[in-house]
Structures are given as structure tokens and as C-alpha cells.
Nanobody, 124 residues
Framework: QVQLVESGGGLVQAGGSLRLSCEASGGTFSGYVMGWFRQAPGKEREFVGGINWSGDFTVYSDSVKGRFTISRDAAKNTVYLQMNSLKPEDTANYYC?????????????????WGQGTQVTVSS
């Protein structure tokens, strides 16, 4: 059974940085796609970006492109979301999710397994 555990959230001032981690277990992740999503109170879950397990492909939403970077450490079964130049509108609960193959899609319904989320709060 696949398990995803996020960590690294917290409170940061606007302009600051945070790195989120998502540790995956319970499966063989070769070929998987790992996605990051976020959800703010009263809003729909939003795609942030994704990466395939080999690291060949990454996709980002327009709202984070140039500020956020997704990477992975296959040896640690961990995917990272480096968030720079944070803005108050980045405040949300951040989730990682996985699907067993390409493509990297922006639709949450395409992802089979989800973590519990980690809260990111950006103060102005």
C-alpha cells in the first residue's frame, strides 16, 4: 500500500523560502509521476507541479513557474518542492500525490494516492 508523507511546512514571511518533502513508501515507484497540489480555505485543490520518477520531466502551473522547483531523490524515495519568493497567496495546505505513469497531469482525479498535507502560511 502506497503511503506518502509530507513535511516541511510552516510560517514564513513574504519573500522567504521553504522546502517541502514528500517521502513515498509501500511501492516501487519507477515510472511513477509525483504531483504537488495545494488547497486554500474555500478554494478548490490546485495543481502546483509534478515530476516523473526519473526526473526527466517537470511541469509547473503558471502561478508558481520560476519560483518553485520540484526535484526528487530516488535513493530516498523522496520528492521535494522548493518554494522561493513566497507570496501571501501561496498560503495553503500542500499535498503530494502519485500516479503510476506519465503524463504529468493537472487533474487531481488522475492521482491515486495522496499524503495528509502540510500547511504553508505566508505572512505579508
Amino acid at each position: 500500500q502506497v503511503q506518502l508523507v509530507e513535511s516541511g511546512g510552516g510560517l514564513v514571511q513574504a519573500g522567504g523560502s521553504l522546502r517541502l518533502s514528500c517521502e513515498a513508501s509501500g511501492g516501487t515507484f519507477s515510472g511513477y509521476v509525483m504531483g504537488w497540489f495545494r488547497q486554500a480555505p474555500g478554494k478548490e485543490r490546485e495543481f502546483v507541479g509534478g515530476i516523473n520518477w526519473s526526473g526527466d520531466f517537470t511541469v509547473y502551473s503558471d502561478s508558481v513557474k520560476g519560483r518553485f522547483t520540484i526535484s526528487r531523490d530516488a535513493a530516498k524515495n523522496t520528492v521535494y518542492l522548493q518554494m522561493n519568493s513566497l507570496k501571501p497567496e501561496d498560503t495553503a495546505n500542500y499535498y503530494c500525490a502519485c500516479r503510476p505513469s506519465l503524463p504529468i497531469t493537472a487533474h487531481s482525479s488522475d492521482y491515486d494516492d495522496w499524503g495528509q498535507g502540510t500547511q504553508v502560511t505566508v505572512s505579508s
